[in-house]
């Protein structure tokens, strides 16, 4: 069965960094594009990064452009989220999610609760 683990989240003081970390088994990793969701409490789930199949092209919302860097490592089946510059409304539960469109894979993983505050 696939799974997906999410690691790293915790508390971090504002201005501060995080780096998350997302490893991903039962599958070929290789073969989905990965991507970091949020949802804070009270509202709905967001984007906030993807990235192709090869690690080729990314693309983040636009409210953490410039301060978060999504990376993976096909070799260890490992997405990462960098997260830098944090502000308290980045406050939230961080998901994982891998996807593969061709056939309809969208599989999900428990989360991580990042928390910005001093």
């Known amino acids: 069965q696939v799974q997906l683990v999410e690691s790293g989240g915790g508390l971090v003081q504002p201005g501060g960094s995080l780096k998350l970390s997302c490893e991903a088994s039962?599958?070929?990793?290789?073969?989905?594009?990965m991507s970091w969701h949020r949802q804070a409490p009270g509202k709905e789930r967001e984007l906030v990064a993807r990235i192709s199949i090869d690690g080729g092209s990314t693309n983040y919302a636009d409210s953490v452009k410039g301060r978060f860097t999504i990376s993976r490592d096909n070799a260890k089946n490992t997405v990462y989220l960098q997260m830098n510059s944090l502000k308290p409304e980045d406050t939230a539960v961080y998901y994982c999610?891998?996807?593969?469109?061709?056939?309809?894979?969208?599989?999900w993983g428990q989360g991580t609760q990042v928390t910005v505050s001093s």
């Open positions: 999610n891998a996807a593969a469109s061709l056939w309809s894979a969208n599989y």
């Open positions: 039962g599958m070929t990793f290789r073969r989905y594009a």
